[in-house]
């Protein structure tokens, strides 16, 4: 996510303002970052929790619970700091009347919970947790590995729908709420290849598995040769192309050949430095735009290249937005907002009335 954020301009455009030569190598990169899509965590998040629940069974109503406690608790807060954190990025570009009007809008604090569009990154959680809503779905996925193929499906009805919904809904306060359901539901794909996935886990062998990693990169390798040519269109145009199918399609499933790479290779002796870095994830994804945004402002005033900005963007936050969640974590009254910490008033207190109950 980080560098997905760092190869394109503060505007979220791919360096428009530059010839093409000098956004061949950004979108070079971008194109190498972006196979590993949000798409791809989602699935991770599904096959995680479907495993967990395998395991250790729950209710519905328990496991919802848990959930909501865990990525809504945290994803308030953040909402919440971004909103009045923006002011600064704003006011640096000269659009901070925009902002101000968006903190007096209820409205847009409506968005801002639902949609998680307070910043660029924050809709990740929201959509995660309405694909945990029907994670009974997935079960059956794991039982039926063949249910998996229906994310075809779902991306070929997602493209149909997002035409329709954007072309009847353009300018309208109903097209992100539109958007956001159509991209929920129609991901229910990717929780559906997650749950055959793990099914597929369970029920075959490592040798048989790793079988099919040569047949997975050479479809790998298709799919990145049309986000070249999508690229190659970027470079050209000096916008995304998001009515190029080939684009979408490769987008779509890359993640999906990804995690069956990881999957087909998942009993290999991985260094142990990957288990202990992996529980600060969550907490750079949340915390690097307040990085982000203050390079992008430094940026701004400085003569670099584009593939300069991109280099700088991405060394400097990821420094510096681990180095705060090493702090986080360490900090017994905010390591909770990184998801490295007992939640404020929730596990506590349950301990606190459990020993109260044992008491008495």
């Known amino acids: 996510m980080v560098g997905l954020h760092s190869t394109s301009d503060s505007m979220g455009q791919p360096f428009t303002q530059y010839d093409q030569a000098e956004r061949v190598l950004p979108m070079l990169l971008r194109a190498v970052i972006y196979t590993a899509r949000t798409e791809l965590f989602l699935i991770i998040s599904i096959f995680l929790l479907l495993m967990a629940l395998d395991k250790r069974p729950k209710t519905y109503g328990a496991t919802i619970a848990v959930q909501a406690r ?201 260094p142990m430095i990957l288990t202990r870095l992996a529980p600060y994830s969550f907490g750079i994804y949340l915390c690097h735009p307040i990085f982000l945004d203050l390079i992008e402002i430094w940026v701004s005033g400085e003569t670099l290249s584009p593939i300069g900005q991109v280099s700088v963007k991405i060394i400097a936050a990821i420094v510096l937005t681990s180095a705060l969640v090493w702090i986080l974590e360490r900090t017994r009254v905010l390591g909770w907002t990184v998801g490295l910490g007992p939640l404020p008033n929730f596990e506590n207190s349950d301990k606190k009335t459990k020993r109260g109950m044992r008491d008495a």
């Not at 994310?151 to 035409?163: G, H």
């Not at 075959?204 to 298709?222: G, H, I, K, S």
């Open 70 to 270: 865990r990525l809504l608790v945290p994803f308030l807060f953040w909402t919440v700091f971004y909103a009045f954190y923006n002011l600064i990025k704003a006011g640096a570009f000269g659009y901070q009347d925009a902002v101000f009007q968006a903190l007096a809008s209820p409205f847009e604090w409506v968005g801002y919970v639902l949609l998680g569009s307070v910043k660029y990154h924050m809709h990740f959680i929201p959509t995660l947790f309405g694909l945990i809503l029907m994670y009974p779905l997935f079960i059956i996925a794991k039982r039926y590995p063949i249910l998996g193929l229906l994310v075809f499906v779902c991306l070929l009805i997602k493209r149909d729908l997002d035409a329709f919904v954007f072309s009847h809904f353009w300018g309208t306060e109903a097209l992100p709420y539109l958007v956001r359901g159509v991209k929920i539901v129609t991901y229910a794909g990717y929780g559906l290849i997650a749950g055959a996935f793990l099914g597929l886990w369970q029920q075959t062998t490592a040798q048989w598995r790793e079988r099919f990693v040569p047949l997975l990169l050479f479809f790998a390798a298709l799919l990145f040769t049309i986000k070249l040519v999508a690229t190659w269109k970027t470079v050209e145009t000096g916008k995304w192309p998001f009515d190029y199918a080939g684009g979408y399609y490769a987008d779509f499933l890359m993640p999906i050949v990804l995690f069956a790479v990881a999957l087909a290779l998942g009993h290999r002796n991985w």
